[in-house]
């Protein structure tokens, strides 16, 4: 007869401590194949538990083939491989503990104080009480919301595009990955990218296969005799405010960059970073919108503007790729789940988003200019930055390698990131240049934050 102890169970419930008893004896061969178990009522009598628990141990015993039934005869031991010895325990993982910094300007992320979370409250409990976010959406998105990210695109950047070359996404990472496998289907695409640049984008196309050069910037973004040379024929670039560099591609490069595309049958991907939050005019026109040639995959997201956790980007496809990303794409469904595409598609239609990023826009530009006067009154720096996003560049006059900042910044507690850690191929003119995020600083504290650095710098 089975006997085991049931104390040991702990806050096992009892048929899951049988069954993980017998299941034991049958790998370890204590029970052998074709040996007949006792019956229900048996063991629930020798054991003094329940005939439930008992049926309900064999039941699962079965379900996953350590036990068969015969009728009229009871429960027998199936024919499985023994197991020798006890597995090895799982490795611990040890959790990593998030340290708290002094200072941060390296997280690159928007004031978390600046979210509506009234408006977003109130939207998504008309969305749950309508109960209409249960239903599957299409791969694409839905079409009310790329109905609503299209007008907003024609009357705020002057493209006219229709819904259905939007694409939503679950943020800018997965459309990469998206078009890595839209556009190297055949492993035959070279993307440029900018360098320096943002490394994720870098490491998706490469993680999927594709070859990737980096390509030089100048004072008017990527350069384009190195493109040239690149033998690329997909083009991965920033125009409105490149990050980190923040340069600004001016209206005659950009016609450059559509020629070059056309000579080489290419495309080029916009990646329309931040060009909201400028604060100086009004927002510079895409390269999409002067693309007569169907040259120009467009992508943004909502992350700077309304919030990194929301998760929510899109792309807009060239006509030439819709067919293609219908045929090949659509076996994936959309990563962004229909209760958020409903709430930010009202929060579109509703005039809540454009009132959001007029506040935005007034609360950043207050706090750049304070941040800038602040960073002023440091020694031996000078201030690059082009009117426009939540970062600019610092550059040193310092003896000083990155490294060795970046190690005296750590013990006192800042987070610092540098210019060179965004380039594939180092140059010297990367050197003694600091990416400042400035977003998330807190304007009480910029005394404490000048006397922090000043202490960095210090020689």
């Not at 204590?30 to 040996?35: G, K, P, R, T, V």
């Not at 409990?125 to 609503?148: I, K, M």
Request: aromatic share 8%; proline share 5%; glycine share 6%.
């Amino acid at each position: 007869m089975l006997t085991y102890d049931l104390e040991e169970r702990k806050d096992l419930p009892l048929y899951e401590f049988l069954y993980r008893r017998i299941r034991d004896d049958i790998l370890s061969g204590a029970l052998s194949a074709e040996e007949r178990l006792p019956s229900k009522r048996a063991l629930s009598d020798h054991l003094r538990v329940s005939v439930v628990t008992v049926e309900n141990a064999y039941r699962q015993l079965e379900a996953e083939g350590y036990l068969y039934t015969r009728p009229r005869q009871g429960f027998f031991v199936s024919t499985v491989e023994r197991v020798s010895g006890v597995p090895a325990a799982l490795p611990k993982m040890e959790t990593p503990t998030l340290r708290h910094w002094r200072l941060d300007l390296r997280s690159n992320q928007v004031d978390t104080a600046c979210f509506p979370v009234s408006i977003w409250a109130r939207l998504t409990r008309r969305v749950l009480s309508e109960g209409t976010f249960l239903s599957p959406g299409p791969h694409q998105g839905l079409q009310a919301l790329r109905q609503a990210i299209a007008e907003d695109l024609r009357e705020f950047k002057g493209m006219a595009v229709s819904p259905e070359q939007i694409v939503a996404g679950a943020g800018a990472e997965y459309l990469y990955l998206l078009l890595a496998q839209l556009l190297n289907r055949d492993r035959r695409a070279v993307f440029a990218l900018e360098d320096p640049g943002y490394p994720k984008i870098r490491q998706v196309y490469s993680g999927w296969g594709a070859v990737c050069h980096p390509v030089p910037l100048d004072s008017q973004g990527i350069r384009l005799d190195a493109l040239y040379a690149s033998g690329a024929n997909i083009l991965h670039i920033s125009p409105a405010h490149h990050y980190p560099t923040g340069i600004v591609t001016p209206i005659a490069r950009r016609q450059a960059l559509l020629r070059w595309a056309d000579t080489v049958d290419g495309l080029i991907i916009e990646d329309d970073y931040d060009s909201e939050l400028r604060f100086t005019g009004r927002p510079l026109p895409t390269l999409q919108s002067i693309d007569t040639n169907g040259r120009v995959i467009y992508m943004n997201t909502f992350s700077q503007t309304i919030s990194p956790s929301i998760r929510i980007g899109f792309m807009v496809l060239p006509p030439r790729l819709l067919e293609r990303c219908r045929r090949e794409l659509s076996v994936y469904a959309c990563t962004v789940p229909v209760l958020e595409q409903q709430v930010l598609t009202r929060f579109l239609t509703g005039g809540w988003y454009e009132q959001h990023l007029s506040r935005m826009r007034k609360e950043y530009r207050a706090r750049r200019a304070a941040v800038l006067e602040a960073f002023s009154a440091l020694s031996r720096v000078s201030i690059s930055e082009q009117g426009a996003g939540l970062h600019f560049l610092l550059r040193l006059d310092t003896q000083k390698n990155d490294q060795a900042l970046q190690k005296k910044a750590e013990s006192l507690g800042v987070r610092l990131v540098f210019l060179s850690e965004y380039a594939a191929v180092q140059r010297e003119e990367y050197a003694h240049t600091l990416v400042v995020n400035y977003a998330g600083l807190d304007l009480d504290r910029l005394e404490e934050t000048i006397c922090l650095l000043s202490e960095i710098l210090a020689e």
